[in-house]
Antibody, heavy 122, light 113 residues
Framework: EVQLVESGGGLVHPGGSLRLSCAASGFTFSNYAMTWVRQAPGKGLELVSSISGSAGDTYHAGSVKGRFTISRDNSKNTLYLQMNSLRVEDTAVYYC???????????????WGQGALVIVSS | DIVMTQSPDSLAVSLGERATINCESSQSVLYSSNNKNYLAWYQQKPGQPPKLLFYWASTRQSGVPDRFSGGGSGTDFSLTISSLQAEDVAVYYCQQYYNTPRTFGQGTKVEIK
């Protein structure tokens, strides 16, 4: 059974940094691309960042480009999201999601974690 | 970017009745070389993460009850619940994976009347 468990969320001041982790189990982690999707309170879903299985190909949404960095450690079956220069509008639940294949192109999300809440506030 | 627009934003349906959600994309998500629509549907129950219901617009994910059906092609798609059950109360999202960035609809909230 696929399990994705996010951690690292919390309260941070504007301009601060936070690193989210997503521990994966139940599948061969390195064979699948992974993605972070966020959901602001009471709002819809927004794709944040994606990374291929080999970590050779990444994508960042325009709203986070230059501030967030997605990475993965296939030896630890863990996905990361380094978030710098955080803004109030980054407040959201951040979900990690497993992609269908090792590439995130033309792919959908077949498993999701429970999410990690990030609150950016002074 | 492809804009995904769902309608209605919310609907209230009596138990056992039919519920239909529409999703329109600002450009076709049908890939002519394989005749597949790059469209997925997700269900998000209160306090839970999204769950995949359909991919390729109409292929039901394993474990999804057959009262759920997905259809449409090109730019117009629909998700139908043939006989609404209490456990179907949720927000439903469509998502295109035809090109980058992959985008979601704004969501449709389904409630019991």
């Amino acid at each position: 059974e696929v399990q994705l468990v996010e951690s690292g969320g919390g309260l941070v001041h504007p301009g601060g940094s936070l690193r989210l982790s997503c521990a994966a189990s139940g599948f061969t982690f390195s064979n699948y691309a992974m993605t972070w999707v966020r959901q602001a309170p009471g709002k819809g879903l927004e794709l944040v960042s994606s990374i291929s299985g080999s970590a050779g190909d990444t994508y960042h949404a325009g709203s986070v480009k230059g501030r967030f960095t997605i990475s993965r450690d296939n030896s630890k079956n863990t996905l990361y999201l380094q978030m710098n220069s955080l803004r109030v509008e980054d407040t959201a639940v951040y979900y990690c999601a497993k992609e269908l294949l090792d590439s995130w192109y033309n792919s959908y999300f077949d498993s999701w974690g429970q999410g990690a809440l990030v609150i950016v506030s002074s | 970017d492809i804009v995904m627009t769902q309608s209605p934003d919310s609907l209230a349906v009596s138990l056992g009745e039919r519920a239909t959600i529409n999703c329109e994309s600002s450009q076709s998500v049908l890939y002519s070389s394989n005749n597949k629509n790059y469209l997925a549907w997700y269900q998000q129950k209160p306090g839970q993460p999204p769950k995949l219901l359909f991919y390729w617009a109409s292929t039901r994910q394993s474990g999804v009850p057959d009262r759920f059906s997905g259809g449409g092609s090109g730019t117009d798609f629909s998700l139908t619940i043939s006989s609404l059950q209490a456990e179907d109360v949720a927000v439903y999202y469509c998502q295109q994976y035809y090109n980058t960035p992959r985008t979601f609809g704004q969501g449709t909230k389904v409630e019991i009347k």
